[in-house]
């Protein structure tokens, strides 16, 4: 493909997101500051002159961190692999090996060979203040290696079932690094320019990556330009392209929390309540100022009538006119802060709600038992339903892929075993919010049972009904429980077999004593009368 046809391409996508980059940087002025869009800062530079109400931003931070510990906590098992056959999960040998997998997988992310934590906690700031996050995957040497990138620099591209076909990156490298990244593939103007010595090295050459879903490939080829998706690397200052590849996935992770239709990007929760963060920060700086008028009001005094400058600070001696009445005094506003501070209060509130931080709290309830508690927190991480999709499908999903494809590719993690081979994999996920979404199940069989109790004392019969086994291994499951923790079904079966066969044995030797007795009893009697009918004689 010809670089004036990627750049073409390029700076398409690049107007399609002018309106998006007004709309978030008044999201990170009032927000998340250290974003940028439209404006430029130098480092260092303070960005937070424009909050008086810290409220969104604190709610912003403990959303992302909610998320963050509650959805991929990498120090808990928040997934699991498992076969997308029903039939192969009652294998032993599968069940070892996806369970071997995800605890490696889980070790890996946990490490910081991979990056995920920090990475992770800054895409979903991102994510819940504007919207879309991204974070690019590379390969390392044991497995992915993954990086939070700023929003400003991706440009993206969807078709019209929202999955992402195109990705554009703008970035910067000094010449030696690109000279040193690309060696002989940059322009020639580039390359005669280094060479000759022309050029500035603290000077910065603008790249953009190119990541398309190619279309026309041969499948039957496995090399780097016949793969799903076509990766160039172009020169902008040359219009030179100096790095094409491919990819089996796109490797960046573009999530977005909410996306309304026909729209490429995502709307977040500091985008909704923008208006009223805007509302807060207003009443927050007129209570400051309605405080001051009343702490430190402006003083009223006659024309001519103070001698020297006027002085206001405690201890200071005022020297007015003698024979004046005028004397200097304060000017009564009647500004009252306690106004805006009940309105402020509720605006606030409303932010809070905005990010589900009411959610998120555990119950303040002295009366409630510890049941009571954990069903109320499973209740109230419901509100992550209807986005969890959204996240499993353009983020975790595949965040897995390609945490296991490269593993596998490394060797960290052994070939499958032959019932797995060229079969596809699922993925279950058992962390906090995921595992309130599953509950729902659990807690209407414990309502049934609960509502069947009087007909079970009235018939115990009905209970034969119930596949208790079942019943008791899919609330292990839905409670994400270690499976570890439970005996194989085969073992428990095997045991139950040689229980049963204990317990017949047992009543076989019971009645074979029994018999004995009896046999022994009758000789006795027998005996007895044998040796009374001897006497008789």
Known sequence: MDASILISRYEKAKSKRYNWDHHWQEVADLVLPTREFTADYTAGEKRRNRIFSDVAPEAADSLSSALSGMLTNTSTRWFSLAPS????????AVKRYLHDATHLMLEYLDSADSGFSVASHEMYL?????????????????GPRFQAKALQNFYLVDDDQGQMVEVYRYFKLPILEAYETFGEDLSEKTLRAIKEGELDYSKEIEFVHVVLKRYERDPAKIDNLNKPYASYYVELTGRHIVSESGFDRIPYLTPRWSKAPEETYGRSPAMKVLPGIKVANVMSRNILEACELAIRPPIMMPANSIEGPLRTSPGSLIYYRQGTRDFPRPLVSGADPRVGEALLQRQEARIEQAFFLDKLRTPENDRMTATEVVQRRQESLMFASPMLARLYAEFLDPLIGHTFESMVRSGVIPDAPEALQGRSLAVEYRSPMATSKRSAHTQSFMQAMQA?????????GVVQNLDADKAFRDIFDSQSVDPSYLKDS???EMMREQQAQQQQAAMQAELQQRQADVGLTQSKTQESQRQANERDQ
């Open 85 to 92: 056959n029903p039939r192969l999960k009652q294998s032993d």
């Open 126 to 142: 991102d994510l819940v203040c504007f919207g879309t996050g991204i974070m690019t995957v590379t390969d390392g040497v044991h």
């Open 452 to 460: 069947t109790a009087p007909l079970m004392q009235v018939n115990p």
């Open 490 to 492: 085969r073992e428990v």
